[in-house]
């Protein structure tokens, strides 16, 4: 995922159900959407040491960290309410996260059924 306007990268994986945003992935240093929910999870990854300032105005992922949805890991990262399904991207290929999914879908559909 890229904040363009911010210079902000970072990199997240789907693993076992969880999306998980791995160490040294970069954030927004302040959370600056005040109205969404999602203010409350920033400042428990600030808390809790997931998010620490990186000396260059950004805040670092310390550590991998699994979230329930990609949108609210791109709303950590981008410091403000984000669509994950979209904001995310595979980086071999610029597909959205949503497109993938869609493809993974698709592709396990069109798999003949073995019967047991």
Request: charge should be negative; aromatic fraction near 10%; include cysteine.
């Amino acid at each position: 995922m890229e904040v363009k306007r911010q210079n902000i990268v970072a990199f997240a994986q789907e693993v076992e159900g969880e999306f998980v945003v791995l160490e040294g992935s970069l954030a927004r240093g302040e959370w600056i959407d005040l109205k969404h929910n999602y203010r409350h999870l920033y400042k428990q990854l600030c808390d809790e040491g997931v998010l620490m300032d990186d000396g260059n105005g950004f805040k670092m992922f310390t550590r991998d960290y699994g979230f329930t949805s990609p949108s609210s890991a791109a709303a950590a990262v981008a410091g403000r309410a984000a669509n994950g399904r979209i904001d995310w991207k595979v980086e071999a290929t610029g597909q959205t996260y949503a497109d993938w999914q869609d493809q993974q879908v698709n592709a396990a559909a069109a798999m003949p059924n073995e019967s047991v």
